[in-house]
């Protein structure tokens, strides 16, 4: 059982370039939700899903796409990276509507 | 407003003190709540629910005023290794609640020896 899996770790890209932050959970988890985190800003909900073909916008969702086509994946994708997308990415996974979220490691991204 | 408001701290406290950490909500329609911990540089981890009864962890307390719409953590004892940031988490709530996890800034500890 290994949770929730995020794909890379670590990621320099040039501005303009695009690329999917992978995530994947094994729990069976219906709920998922990628996040950013910035310094003195907190997490910020960029897209969440509440189920395979189900999406829809968080706080901050310009600049990025998602799709959910199987309950196990949920990729992130930049479109047109920019260097204020600079962050740590977090993709998370929960069983229910009201319960806590597992977290994967997340995604250093730097873009310059 | 902020959504879920903390007090950033740091808390500086010595090993075997009683701290407390506080936190306020907005949307009185939210339904549930947590404490999450993060280390530096680390993903979120799941610390402990938070129930209007009240609910305890070993050390960890947690409360819930729905009323004045604040959330409470009290660490008893400290020791080094609570040293972390301590998130606030609010459920989004409504009637179009889907599930979205809505966080606070966190609150820094550092337990000095």
């Known amino acids: 059982n290994a949770g929730v899996t995020q794909t890379p770790k670590f990621q320099v890209l040039k501005t303009g370039q695009s690329m999917t932050l992978q995530c994947a959970q094994d729990?069976?988890?219906?709920?998922m939700s990628w996040y950013r985190q910035d310094p003195g800003m907190g997490l910020r909900l960029i897209h969440y899903?509440?189920?395979?073909?189900?999406?829809d916008q968080g706080e901050v969702p310009n600049g990025y796409n998602v799709s959910r086509s199987t309950t196990e994946d949920f990729p992130l994708r930049l479109l047109s990276a920019a260097p204020s997308q600079t962050s740590v990415y977090f993709c998370?996974?929960?069983?229910?509507?009201?319960?806590?979220?597992?977290f994967g490691s997340g995604t250093r991204l730097t873009v310059v | 407003r902020k959504e879920v408001e903390q007090d950033p701290g740091p808390f500086n406290v010595p090993e075997g003190a009683t701290v407390a950490f506080n936190c306020t909500y907005s949307?009185?329609?939210?339904?549930?709540f947590f404490w999450y911990r993060q280390d530096c540089r680390k993903e979120p981890k799941l610390l402990m629910s938070?129930?209007?009864s009240g609910n305890e962890d070993g050390r960890f307390t947690a409360q819930l005023n729905r009323a004045s719409q604040y959330i409470s953590l009290l660490i008893r004892d400290s020791k080094l290794s609570d040293s972390a940031t301590y998130l606030c988490?609010?459920?989004?709530?409504?009637?179009?609640?889907?599930?979205?996890?809505?966080f606070g800034q966190g609150t820094t500890l550092q337990v000095k020896p």
């Open positions: 988490v609010v459920n989004g709530g409504g009637s179009s609640n889907t599930g979205k996890l809505i």
């Open positions: 729990m069976n988890h219906e709920y």
């Open positions: 938070v129930y209007s």
């Open positions: 998370a996974s929960s069983l229910t509507r009201s319960g806590g979220y597992t």
């Open positions: 949307n009185s329609a939210s339904q549930s």
């Open positions: 899903s509440v189920g395979a073909g189900i999406t």
